[in-house]
Structures are given as C-alpha cells and as structure tokens.
Nanobody, 113 residues
Framework: QVQLVESGGGLVQPGGSLRLSCAASRSIIVNSAMAWYRQAPGKERELVAAIIPGGHTNYAGSVQGRFTISRDPSGDLVYLQMNNLKPDDTAVYYC???????WGQGTQVTVSS
C-alpha cells in the first residue's frame, strides 16, 4: 500500500510563502511522476505542479513563476514551494503519485489577511 503524507499547510497573509512537503518511500518518488493538486470549496480538483523522474516540471498557468516543485536529494520527499501567495490559492493541497494512483490526505492552505 502506497502512503503519501503531506505537511506544511497553514494560514498565511497575501504575499507570504509556504513550503508543502510530501513524504513517501524513496522508490515511489524516484520512479513515479509526482504532482500537487488543489481543491478549493465548490471547485473541482486541479493540477498545480508536476515533476517527472527525469526532472522536467510543469505548472498551472495561475502559479507559474510563484510555485516550485522539487524533490529532496534524499529521494524521500517532494516539495511545493509557494511564494507570493494570493487569496485565490486557498485550497486543500494534495500530493499525488501518478504511477501508483495514490493520493495523500491533503493539507489546508489558507491565504487571508
């Protein structure tokens, strides 16, 4: 059974930063495309950022230039660095291991003054 555990969410003011972490076994993160999704109240879940085993990354247009997805060198963690946060970024953020069809439990990010 594949387990993904997110952490790092919280309340932040507009313009602030947060870093989300997704923990899983090294074999999963190294061998699978990994992604962050988010779901705001009343909206569908949407792709935020993805990284493939070769290191190529892809971002939603709404976060391009503000968010960065990366892997920890140890291979046990995937990060989502979020800068210049906006109220529209408020959502539950989910980690996804595409190669395994696995999802984490989600972590809440709230951007509000």
């Amino acid at each position: 059974q594949v387990q993904l555990v997110e952490s790092g969410g919280g309340l932040v003011q507009p313009g602030g930063s947060l870093r989300l972490s997704c923990a899983a076994s090294r074999s999963i993160i190294v061998n699978s495309a990994m992604a962050w999704y988010r779901q705001a109240p009343g909206k569908e879940r949407e792709l935020v950022a993805a990284i493939i085993p070769g290191g190529h990354t892809n971002y939603a247009g709404s976060v391009q230039g503000r968010f960065t997805i990366s892997r920890d060198p140890s291979g046990d963690l995937v990060y989502l660095q979020m800068n210049n946060l906006k109220p529209d970024d408020t959502a539950v953020y989910y980690c996804h291991a595409a190669g395994y069809g696995a999802w984490g439990q989600g972590t809440q990010v709230t951007v509000s003054s």
